[in-house]
């Protein structure tokens, strides 16, 4: 079973942790404020009431038997947020994520020792705008900077042809992964899959080979 710190029990954090305990991981959380930890005790293994950006409150954590540690401060608190990534590493965190409101912030974080950065909101934006844009895309779950997994509905000129019919892959620079019915996913297409109206497609791939299939 996983092990994770979360630092930070903002709107963010809240949905993290109970994300992370619904994967049945033993979670421990940390604020400044009592009150943002008192509706998470159910959930977690530990909550701490302290100031993060002390060193002292922190080595008090055993930060090096946490798999991963989430900095997940407001935008009001940049310098916190700065200060707790830093010494989370010099602590011995195997891995830390920190939550980012801009490319500034998240540049600051990442040199001061963020394995990885996080833009909850503005993900949340970009793969809604990519939703709402086209009638052919139902959902987006960004994996890099470059590549996502769409939720597409198959276009009218597939239908009854058969992935290696097309010759999916190299024609349209995508990956079908899964298809889905019903709520049902299923993985591990064969090359003789034929498109079907009634099913939704889950592609990887980059959003302009998206916007190219779908147009």
Request: aromatic share 8%.
């Amino acid at each position: 079973m996983k092990s994770f710190l979360i630092v930070g029990m903002g709107s963010f954090g809240h949905h993290l942790c109970r994300a992370l305990a619904d994967q049945k991981c033993e979670v421990m959380v940390a604020d400044q404020v009592s009150d943002t930890l008192e509706d998470l005790l159910p959930l977690v293994v530990s909550a701490k009431v302290g100031d993060c950006t002390n060193e002292e409150v922190l080595r008090s954590f055993d930060i090096p038997s946490f798999d991963a540690c989430f900095v997940c401060l407001g935008d009001s608190n940049v310098l916190g947020s700065l200060q707790i990534t830093s010494l989370l590493k010099e602590l011995g965190a195997k891995k830390v994520f920190s939550k980012a409101d801009d490319d500034v912030q998240a540049k600051f974080l990442l040199r001061n020792g963020a394995d990885h950065v996080i833009y909850p909101e503005q993900e949340a934006a970009v793969n809604l705008a990519i939703s709402e844009s086209s009638d052919s895309i139902f959902d987006c779950i960004s994996l890099t900077d470059e590549y996502s997994i769409y939720e597409l509905q198959p276009m009218d000129r597939w239908i009854g042809k058969s992935l290696k019919e097309l010759n999916f892959r190299v024609k349209y620079n995508l990956t079908v992964i899964a298809v889905m019915r019903d709520g049902i996913i299923r993985p591990n297409l064969s090359p003789d899959y034929t498109f079907k109206a009634d099913e939704h497609l889950l592609v990887l791939g980059r959003i302009e080979d998206i916007r190219k299939v779908v147009r």
